[in-house]
Structure formats: C-alpha cells, structure tokens
C-alpha cells in the first residue's frame, strides 16, 4: 500500500502565487497525499479565494488562525493534524514539478531513510530561473553549520522526527533550526540531485541578500546555538565565503 504524504503549507499574503503552488500539488503524479492548509492571516479578505481553488483536492484540512503566528508555529499546527507518515512542507509561493513526491519517496524507500532534500531552482516573481541549486548526496551537522542549501519546499521527513523535535517560533530561519537539531541527533539526511522545485525567491538583491544573511545568521549561532561572539562571528565569514562561492566561483 502507497504509505500516505501529508502536505504542509501555511499562507500568509500570497495571492499572487498561491494558485500556482496550489496547481502544482493538484497536478502531482503521486496521489497519496492529504493537504493541511494554514491561513495564517488575521485579515481574512484571500479566504474565500483560497477556499475556491482548494476545493478540487479531495483530502485537505483548512485550519484558519485568527492572528498572525508565523510559518514556524503553523507548520507545528499543521504536523500535530497530519495523518500521514511522511509529511512534505511547501511554500505558499512555491511550485513543485508533477514527479517531485513520486521520486522523492522512491529515493527514500531505495535508501531506507527518513529526511530527504532535493536539487531546485531559483525563480523571480516573473517565474523566471535565476539560478540552480544542486543537492549534495549527503549532508550533517558540521556541514549545516558551515551554509545551508537545503530549501525548505524541497523536504520530505518522516513524521516520527517531529515528535519531540518543532519548528521555533521566532520568523526567520525557522527551517534552518529545524536542520541543525535534527542533524545533531544524528539524523541521516540525504539530497536527490533532481530539479524538483521551484523556490521563488522575491528580492534577490545583492545588498539585501547579503546583509540578511548575516543578521539571520548571527541570530542562529549565537542564540540557539549558543556560540560566543567570536565563534559565530567565525562561522558567519564561513558561511558567507561559501555564499560568494557559490554564486560567482
């Protein structure tokens, strides 16, 4: 029996793009899944819009908060409703290739593991490809510490990892913690290098992308991390020495 995947997508001020990663899902080959929609939108006027473009998937739950709790806290919401065993997050202005859970939990059944990643594309607003991110073949703690690839709409995980282990509630570099606290328990976490998704990416400046970074990640190593000034100040100039790496070497 086709083991079932729960879907996780919280929405906050996407109309523009939902329709498009809503499309995606609808369209995948794979159909074994259920959606957990999280309205996470205190200003309802996008909820009878999204109502409508979701009523064509069969099995969905639609949690609505009243405010505005962050991605972060309603993937938890949704992981505490999802029956499934494996559960796979996207973004609400993200787009999935129709193969992308069908290969993926392929991979992961041949490999018997239980977090998966894959290769993605970078997209503007116009849906245009910015730039491609190629999956390493296996990745861990020391790695993640260093810089992080790993897009969040690309993952799939088995449930049982999120027992005792949430996203936290702060908004920035929610998915990022996750990573390094599993991967510090030692969780296998292996990359698909197929182009799967689309990540769209709204501002990819270079000032901005840049002096983001930064700040998002002192804010990890230093606050939960617990690193001392220098030691994240080390890892910051390591992470961004990859950055530059990657995107002009």
Known sequence: M???ISIIIPYYK???????????????SYKNFELIFIYDDPDKSDLKYVKKILKNIKRKKIIINNNNMGAGLSRNLGILKA???????????????????????LFMLN???????????IINKKNSIIKFIKAKKDIGYKDLIKSC???????????RLLKKIKFTKIKTKEDYILWLKLSKKNVKMLGLDQKLVLWRK????LSSS???RVHDAFYVYNTH?????????YYIFLMSLNFFRKRYL
């Open 14 to 28: 996407k109309k523009e793009y939902i329709t498009q990663t809503i499309n995606s899902i609808i369209k995948q």
């Open 210 to 212: 840049v002096f983001q």
């Open 202 to 205: 709204l501002d990819y400046s």
């Open 225 to 233: 991390l617990n690193f001392n000034f220098i030691k994240s100040i």
């Open 149 to 159: 690839d790993i897009g969040l709409s690309t993952v799939m995980l088995k449930k």
């Open 83 to 105: 029956k499934g065993e494996y559960i796979s997050f996207i973004d609400s202005d993200d787009i999935w290739k129709k193969d992308k859970l069908k290969n993926q939990l």
């Open 2 to 4: 086709e083991p079932l």
């Open 111 to 121: 490999n018997k593991i239980d977090f998966c990643f894959t290769s993605y594309s």
